[in-house]
């Protein structure tokens, strides 16, 4: 930010600081006069008036104008937006709060990869939504806000949409990501970060209740917000919730499990099969500083290379519910997929976003990961 002082050259028009050649203290920011000592916030920055100067933070802000003007001013396939949720956070509080997934585990890394059977599905349609093929047994993007736990919020919402998917329309429920935010015992870390094989371990040995049954906190940061239901085994392999709903609106306190995750191929073929055959799966994700900012298209990393401030990245976890081919940069036909985010639908398009496709664009297809809903002999229809 440009530094400005007063001076006896300042004329009238400009903030009629001067009067009788005498120089009034303070500084001159867009025609406007600021006392000493007065303080003013732009974006992420806070500048102070100090000795007739204006001197400001330089923390590099998760909503940089100078970045949505470079991506939309270039072929890059995609627009950028400056969106007003994050005005004001810097870049390093964007990968504190709104990501939330720690980096896979040596564990995960080394889970063997399943590809699916040869005569599973051989011809690949160029575009598919799960959507469309399962109207109503899959769920949209919800809203982590300031809470880094996409950990929970991709856990769930793909087990929700696998259980609806193997039960035939049965159980369609959305599961409650603030059940695993609020109860996954081990290493728990909530809104701070959290690993993806915990979530998924929570899900097979202790369940989630819906969404609406267990519904997101409104302040993520309150002191009360310990678990609020636990379940227990009746001994026959089903668990039953303890307690009735925290939201006592809702009365269905149902407990949903998971059988152990898998790891699907990395290969975009098999991904294809894996999503077309038994839905939308887990995808892990680095997080550049430009993603912020994706408005619509088919996202790849811009980089700078003309300032380091720009080269950090952190994990992130989306789902990933089909994909599609169009033009994009510079004109030529592009693959992508389609990915559900968990920023809310008033980012991107309408909550989910596209991105490259086979070519691992920010390690999209290295770690692919899915489940199977513990459904029990009762249970199927």
């Given at each position: 930010m440009e530094r400005q002082y007063v001076s006896q050259r300042q004329v009238d028009q400009e903030g009629a600081f001067t009067r009788n050649h005498t120089v009034l203290e303070g500084c001159l920011r867009d025609g406007r006069h600021y006392e000493e000592g007065s303080a003013i916030k732009e974006n992420c920055n806070s500048c102070t008036c100090s000795g007739q100067q204006w001197k400001c933070s330089q923390h590099v802000c998760l909503m940089e104008p100078e970045l949505i003007e470079h991506v939309n001013n270039g072929d890059y396939g995609w627009t950028a937006q400056n969106y007003s949720q994050?005005?004001?956070?810097?870049?390093?509080?964007?990968?504190?709060?709104r990501l939330g997934t720690l980096p896979p585990s040596p564990k995960l890394l080394s889970m063997n990869e399943i590809t699916a059977p040869l005569l599973a599905i051989t011809d690949l349609p160029e575009f598919f939504v799960a959507t469309?093929?399962?109207?109503?047994?899959?769920?949209?993007?919800?809203?982590?806000?300031?809470?880094?736990?996409?950990?929970?919020?991709?856990?769930?919402?793909?087990?929700?949409?696998?259980?609806?998917?193997?039960?035939?329309?049965?159980?369609?429920?959305n599961l409650s990501p603030q059940n695993l935010i609020s109860c996954c015992p081990k290493n728990r870390h909530g809104c701070n970060s959290g690993s993806i094989d915990r979530a998924w371990w929570y899900l097979r040995k202790r369940g989630l209740v819906s969404h609406a049954c267990y519904p997101l906190f409104k302040d993520q940061n309150a002191t009360n917000n310990a678990c609020a239901m636990a379940s227990r085994s009746d001994g026959r392999g089903k668990r039953h919730a303890t307690k009735p709903c925290p939201n006592n609106i809702e009365k269905s306190n149902r407990i949903y499990q998971c059988s152990p995750p898998y790891r699907v191929s990395s290969n975009e073929t098999e991904i294809m099969k894996e999503i077309i055959h038994n839905g939308p799966v887990q995808a892990i994700m680095q997080v550049h500083e430009d993603f912020f900012h994706y408005k619509s298209g088919i996202y790849r990393h811009v980089k700078n290379e003309e300032s380091k401030k720009y080269q950090k990245f952190r994990t992130h976890a989306v789902k990933l519910t089909g994909w599609g081919t169009l033009r994009g940069a510079q004109g030529r036909k592009e693959k992508f997929w389609i990915a559900a985010n968990s920023w809310g639908k008033s980012w991107g398009e309408n909550g989910y976003f596209r991105i490259l496709r086979g070519v691992n664009e920010s390690d999209i297809e290295k770690l692919i990961i899915a489940a199977w809903g513990q459904l029990t002999s009762s249970d199927e229809p």
């Amino acid at each position: 930010m440009e530094r400005q002082y007063v001076s006896q050259r300042q004329v009238d028009q400009e903030g009629a600081f001067t009067r009788n050649h005498t120089v009034l203290e303070g500084c001159l920011r867009d025609g406007r006069h600021y006392e000493e000592g007065s303080a003013i916030k732009e974006n992420c920055n806070s500048c102070t008036c100090s000795g007739q100067q204006w001197k400001c933070s330089q923390h590099v802000c998760l909503m940089e104008p100078e970045l949505i003007e470079h991506v939309n001013n270039g072929d890059y396939g995609w627009t950028a937006q400056n969106y007003s949720q994050f005005w004001g956070m810097t870049l390093e509080e964007g990968f504190k709060y709104r990501l939330g997934t720690l980096p896979p585990s040596p564990k995960l890394l080394s889970m063997n990869e399943i590809t699916a059977p040869l005569l599973a599905i051989t011809d690949l349609p160029e575009f598919f939504v799960a959507t469309y093929k399962w109207p109503g047994w899959t769920h949209g993007p919800l809203d982590q806000k300031n809470c880094a736990a996409s950990w929970a919020f991709s856990t769930a919402s793909v087990a929700a949409d696998r259980i609806a998917i193997q039960s035939k329309g049965r159980y369609t429920a959305n599961l409650s990501p603030q059940n695993l935010i609020s109860c996954c015992p081990k290493n728990r870390h909530g809104c701070n970060s959290g690993s993806i094989d915990r979530a998924w371990w929570y899900l097979r040995k202790r369940g989630l209740v819906s969404h609406a049954c267990y519904p997101l906190f409104k302040d993520q940061n309150a002191t009360n917000n310990a678990c609020a239901m636990a379940s227990r085994s009746d001994g026959r392999g089903k668990r039953h919730a303890t307690k009735p709903c925290p939201n006592n609106i809702e009365k269905s306190n149902r407990i949903y499990q998971c059988s152990p995750p898998y790891r699907v191929s990395s290969n975009e073929t098999e991904i294809m099969k894996e999503i077309i055959h038994n839905g939308p799966v887990q995808a892990i994700m680095q997080v550049h500083e430009d993603f912020f900012h994706y408005k619509s298209g088919i996202y790849r990393h811009v980089k700078n290379e003309e300032s380091k401030k720009y080269q950090k990245f952190r994990t992130h976890a989306v789902k990933l519910t089909g994909w599609g081919t169009l033009r994009g940069a510079q004109g030529r036909k592009e693959k992508f997929w389609i990915a559900a985010n968990s920023w809310g639908k008033s980012w991107g398009e309408n909550g989910y976003f596209r991105i490259l496709r086979g070519v691992n664009e920010s390690d999209i297809e290295k770690l692919i990961i899915a489940a199977w809903g513990q459904l029990t002999s009762s249970d199927e229809p």
